[in-house]
C-alpha cells in the first residue's frame, strides 16, 4: 500500500539558512510524488513534482527535490530561507491507476527565525 | 480561470445539523476530488468525480456523507446530522486526470461542529 512518512514534524531554521524537509515513501512502482505548501487556513499549493526523468527537480520560490529511489526518499531543499517560507509542507506520493489519489504524510511545520 | 473555489470558507454549525459545501473546479478539469484534513493531519482522500460520475468513495466517507457533481461540473458534499468527529477542513482540488500534474486544490472550509 502507498504510505508517506514525513520524519519532522516542526523544524525551525534562520533566515537566511538553508533547509531539508525529509520524505520517505512506500509504492510498489515507480511514483508519482509531490510536495505542496499550506499557509494557516489555506488550501494546498504545489510547489514541485515528479514522475520521471531527471532526478533533480525544480520548483516555484526556489524549492527543489531529489528523489532517490534507493532510499526511497523526496526530500525538499532550499539554499537560503525567506520569512515567507514559515508554513505547513507536506509530501505526497501519488497512485498511478484508478483515481490518481494522493496519500498524503503528516506535514512538516516550519518554523523561521530572523 | 481563478482556480478551484469553495464556499463557504467557514462553516459553524450545532451538532445533528446538516451542511453542504460547494465547490467549483477549474472549469476545463474533468476531475474532482474531496479531502480531509484535521489537525496535524495531511489530507485524506473521500471521493472523486470523473465528470458527473463518482467513481470511488473512501471508507471514511460513511453513509451520512453525500457528495455530487451534477453535469460535471461544480461539486457539492453534504454532511448529515454532523457529529463533533465531523469538524474538519474540507478540500476540494481538481485535476486533468492523468495523475502526472497533481491537483489544484481550493482554499477549503472549515467545519466547526459545536
Redesign the interface.
Known sequence: AQS?TQPDIHITVSEGASLELRCNYSYGATP?L?W?VQSP??????LL?Y?SGDTLVQGIKGFEAEFKRSQSSFNLRKPSVHWSDAAEY?C?V???T??????????TRLTVIP | DTG?S?DPRHKITKRGQNVTFRCDPISEHN?L?WYRQTL??????LT?FQNEAQ??KSRLLSDRFSAERPKGSFSTLEIQRTEQGDSAMY?C?S?T????????????T?LTVV
Open positions: 508517506v508519482y509531490f505542496y487556513g489555506q488550501g494546498l499549493q504545489l513534482k514522475f507536506f505526497a501519488g497512485d498511478q484508478g483515481a490518481n489519489n494522493l496519500f498524503f504524510g503528516t506535514g | 478551484v469553495q476531475r476530488y496535524g493531519q495531511g489530507p485524506e482522500f472523486y467513481l470511488e478540500l482540488a485535476s486526470g492523468t495523475g502526472r500534474e497533481g491537483y489544484t486544490f481550493g482554499s477549503g472549515r
